[in-house]
């Protein structure tokens, strides 16, 4: 395993605890309005194909009545055994992504996002967007949340070869996220699916689904099982082999 890959890890689990340091006050006699959570998570494949991922994951979330800040960062890298069993690297994916919403409680809530992004499977060499937005918020407590947003933003794509231009593009953003509280709240399913079609051609779209089952071992330590799927409608014009890439991930998850 490569250093810069041991490094690529390295820094994304570093991201949630540099922003903890940061908004975290000393007081132990606050009461905690925010969450630490680091995830690895792999799969493995083995017989006529052989193929390993490796997922880590790190993200931070603080909110109050007044402001909801939230910071994230993921790393996917995969490898796959050809005919003669000799192995390539098939996946290697990272993202870092943040948020900013205005009185995240209320029912109609104004956010900023943005996110930085690269892909070697959907030939990306780096993918920046950013904008602006309004949330729909129907239910939120301890263990549920269901809320839709509206946003509009600007992206920049560069793809890893020659065979397209950097493009610049307005963009509209749908998401809709889901969570809910199973049994005894040991159990936890969470949905999240987004839509960003370019604002002046709607079949020119991404689409991003990651749905997960959580169990909670202790108050530290949860398994989960987690589908995440990625549609990049232009990936195939880049070079890629197909327009959609899925993975089915089973991890360990640490939270505080």
């Known amino acids: ?37 680091s995830e690895l998570g792999a799969t493995l494949s083995f017989g006529n194909t052989r193929q390993s991922d490796l997922l880590a994951r790190s993200a ?29 690297v098939n996946k290697r994916g990272w993202l870092v992504a943040s948020n900013l919403d205005y009185r995240p409680f209320s029912l109609v809530s104004p956010f900023v996002f943005g996110s930085v992004e690269s892909s070697f499977q959907r030939r990306i060499q780096s993918r920046a967007s950013g904008g602006i937005g309004g949330k ?6 301890d263990g549920n949340r269901f809320d839709l947003s509206l946003a509009l933003l600007a992206e920049r794509t560069t793809p890893r ?65 987690s589908f995440l799927d990625n549609y990049d409608s232009r990936a195939k014009e880049r070079g890629a082999r197909t327009n959609n890439d899925g993975q089915l991930i089973f991890s360990v998850v640490s939270s505080f």
């Open 60 to 88: 931070f979330e603080r909110a109050d009545s007044t402001y909801e800040f939230a910071v994230n960062g993921r790393f996917i890298y995969g490898e796959a055994a050809d005919e003669g069993g000799d192995s390539f």
């Open 161 to 225: 070869d020659d065979v397209m231009e950097s493009e610049t593009l307005a963009r509209w953003s749908g998401r809709v996220r889901y969570r809910r509280a199973l049994g005894d709240d040991r159990l936890t399913f969470d949905s999240q699916t987004g839509i960003t079609p370019a604002f002046e051609n709607i079949s020119d779209f991404t689409l991003t689904s990651t749905n997960s089952l959580t169990y909670e071992l202790t108050q530290v330590v949860r398994l989960r099982v």
């Open 1 to 37: 395993m490569s250093t810069r890959f041991v490094s690529r890890v390295t820094l994304t689990s570093l991201v949630s605890a540099l922003a903890a340091l940061a908004f975290v006050q000393p007081s132990a006699a606050q009461e905690r309005n925010w969450e630490l959570e």
């Open 136 to 141: 729909l918020t129907f239910n939120r407590d």
